[in-house]
């Protein structure tokens, strides 16, 4: 479970060193990150103070997965355990919603090193709760929101498919309903709305075909990876709009072309 740990906290020092310029908003909470990672006893305090926990999450096939976090602090030990048992379900849900077993054999979870979050291929790096929330507004993504998308990265690089599965997955995990004009958080989604694009355009294609087609097009298009950062192209479009019923198809093509990232 420790394998890499130096190397990883050499890696989001360099991360938060990195971000110190870009953030000059949040300063104070960045400097204790690279304070508390320029630590040498750090890795030492961790292993010693058994700074990780696992659990085995029901998955596909009748196999467990293993979800282990390593945490940076004793004072995050609570919230590190909390993180896990929120990312429990996403698990499955994610896999019945692709039609595939999770894409890796084990998931990692590095909570507390950095400010700010990644994920993919089985690993996610999150900032402690505690920092996220203290130096956010009331207008900030809920934090277990945010864990669904990273989980969700291990699937899809695309951030704006990305999005939406953190939006399905946070719903339908806290409700169990499907129906998006009910769901509590949508990313200030206005359905419909003309400027829609991105997660937006979207969930307008949820509202429009429903749960079933949804998961349908996500499962044509994953072999294709979508990139990270870039329009759809055009191969992924025809890949999911072929899923599609066909008086539908202009306005779902319409809405996959402000898909900007």
Request: hydrophobic share 40%.
């Amino acid at each position: 479970m420790l394998q890499g740990l130096s190397a990883y906290i050499a890696q989001a020092l360099q991360t938060n060193e990195d971000n110190l310029p870009r953030n000059p908003q949040i300063p104070a909470q960045i400097q204790a990150k690279i304070t508390m990672l320029q630590n040498p006893s750090l890795p030492a305090d961790i292993i010693n103070g058994r700074r990780w926990a696992e659990i085995g999450v029901p998955s596909s096939g009748g196999r467990s997965v293993p979800m282990s976090t390593v945490f940076a602090l004793e004072s995050m030990r609570a919230e590190a355990g909390q993180a896990l048992q929120t990312l429990a379900p996403v698990l499955p849900l994610l896999e019945e919603f692709f039609a595939q077993p999770f894409p890796t054999p084990a998931i990692r979870l590095w909570y507390g090193f950095v400010i700010g979050n990644s994920g993919g291929g089985g690993s996610i790096s999150s900032e402690d709760r505690t920092t996220y929330e203290g130096r956010t507004g009331s207008s900030r993504l809920p934090y277990d929101a945010i864990l669904c998308h990273e989980l969700g990265h291990s699937y899809i690089e695309n951030e704006s498919l990305t999005q939406f599965l953190e939006i399905y997955a946070y719903n339908i995990i806290r409700t169990g309903a499907t129906d998006p004009l009910t769901w509590s958080y949508t990313r200030s989604w206005t359905p419909d709305a003309a400027a829609n694009q991105d997660s937006a355009a979207l969930m307008d294609i949820y509202k429009a075909i429903g749960p079933e087609t949804m998961k349908h097009a996500y499962r044509a298009i994953y072999p294709l990876r979508p990139g990270y950062g870039q329009p759809l192209s055009t191969d992924v479009i025809q890949a999911f709009v072929a899923q599609v019923p066909e008086s539908l198809k202009p306005q779902v093509a319409a809405k996959l072309a402000k898909v900007t990232f």
